[in-house]
C-alpha cells in the first residue's frame, strides 16, 4: 500500500565517519539569515551567554538548515546538544529546527516520544511546544485513517488504482462513482434507474426480455467495478444467471435497490475517508516544511486590509 506511508520522507544517512554536528562552511551566512549551525556553535560553549548575539536576532536560513540536518548522521546525539543550546535560541527558531527535524528524522519522532524528552525545557515556549503537540496530533489521525484504508485496500483489488499517487487515487473514486451512477442512470441527478423500471416491467406493451438483458448487462458492469471481495464484504449475494433469469419483477427490483444503497453509501464513505487523509497529509507536509512569509505593509491600501494582517499575525 505504497501511498500510505505514515511520513514519506525519512532520514538521510551520510556514510562519511567523520562526524560533526554540521559539515557546512560557516562563513557562507549572509547578512539577514544566519545558519543554524552558526547559532549552535556560537552558543554551545558558553555557560553564562545571555541571547545578546547580533545572530540570534536573524532568521535561520531555511534552504541550508533543511541542508545541514538532512545530513546529521547521528540524530539522537544532535538532539542532546540541542537540548543543552537551547537557552541560546529563541522559541521561533527553535521550533524551525524541531520541523525541520522532524522532517528528515521522522523515524526518531516516531520511536521516541519528543514531548516527554523536551517536556521541561519547552514549558515556557508556546511555539515549539505547539509544533510537537501538532505533529502527534497529526500522526495519531493519520495512523487512524491507515487502519481504516488498509480494510479497503484488502477488500478493493483494483491493481491500477493502487499504483496511482493519492491525488489521483481521489480522483479516480470520484470518476467511478459518477459511472457507477450513470449506470442507475443519475449521475447528474433525477430518479435511479430501479425505480423507474419496476413499473415497466408489469406492463404487457413492453418487451420484458429486453428489460432483463438491459437489468443484466448493468449489473455485470457494477460488478467489474467492485469485483468478488467487496459483494462478500458487504453481504450482496452474487447470482448466477439462472438465478438471475428466475428472479420475479419484485426481488428484481430489491436487489437493484440494495445493490444501488450499499455500494453508492460505500462509495461515499470511502471518497470522505481519501479526502480527509489527503488533508492530513497536507497538513504534516506544512508542518514540516518551514518558510518564511514576507508581508509588504506598503502595499496595504485600506484598514481592513492592516486588521486583517495584524488577525494573521497574532
Given amino acids: 500500500m505504497n501511498n500510505l506511508n505514515i511520513i514519506e520522507i525519512t532520514s538521510n544517512n551520510n556514510n562519511n565517519n567523520n562526524y560533526n554536528l554540521f559539515e557546512n562552511d560557516l562563513n557562507k551566512t549572509d547578512d539577514k539569515y544566519v545558519s543554524l549551525e552558526t547559532i549552535i556553535k556560537n552558543n554551545s560553549n558558553k555557560i553564562d551567554l545571555k541571547p545578546i548575539n547580533n545572530n540570534l536576532n536573524k532568521m535561520i536560513d531555511i534552504k541550508k538548515s533543511n541542508l545541514e540536518i538532512s545530513q546529521i548522521k547521528y540524530p539522537i546525539i544532535f538532539l542532546f546538544k540541542l ?28 520511536t521516541i516520544n519528543l514531548k516527554n524528552l523536551f517536556k521541561l525545557e519547552l514549558s515556557n515556549r508556546f511555539i515549539s511546544w505547539s509544533i510537537l503537540n501538532d505533529f502527534y496530533k497529526i500522526i495519531n489521525k493519520k495512523m487512524s485513517l491507515i487502519f481504516i484504508l488498509n480494510k479497503w485496500h484488502s477488500v478493493y483489488t483494483n491493481k491500477k488504482f493502487w499504483k496511482l499517487s493519492l491525488n489521483k487515487q481521489i480522483d479516480y473514486l470520484q470518476n467511478t462513482k459518477m459511472y ?46 467492485f469485483g468478488f471481495k467487496l459483494y462478500q464484504t458487504m453481504d450482496i449475494p452474487l447470482l448466477t444467471v439462472i438465478d438471475f433469469y428466475h428472479l420475479t419483477s419484485e426481488n428484481l427490483i430489491k436487489y437493484l435497490i440494495i445493490i ?14 481519501f479526502d480527509k487523509y489527503n488533508l492530513i497529509c497536507i497538513e504534516l507536509d506544512n508542518l514540516i516544511n518551514p518558510i518564511i512569509i514576507n508581508i509588504n505593509t506598503q502595499n496595504i491600501d485600506s484598514e481592513t486590509e492592516f486588521d486583517d494582517i495584524k488577525l494573521y499575525c497574532n
Fill in 180 to 225: 457507477f451512477l450513470g449506470i442507475f442512470d443519475c449521475s447528474k441527478g433525477g430518479i435511479p434507474f430501479h425505480y423507474k423500471v419496476g413499473p415497466l416491467l408489469n406492463r404487457t406493451n413492453y418487451n420484458y426480455n429486453e428489460i432483463i438483458e438491459n437489468i443484466k448487462d448493468r449489473l455485470l458492469q457494477i460488478y467489474k467495478i
Fill in 83 to 110: 537540548i543543552t543550546c537551547i537557552n541560546y535560541i529563541d522559541d521561533y527558531d527553535f521550533s524551525i529546527i524541531l520541523r525541520i527535524f522532524l522532517k528528515y528524522h521522522s523515524n526518531i519522532a516516531l
Fill in 260 to 273: 444501488f444503497d450499499k455500494f453508492n453509501e460505500l462509495l461515499n464513505q470511502i471518497i470522505k475517508l
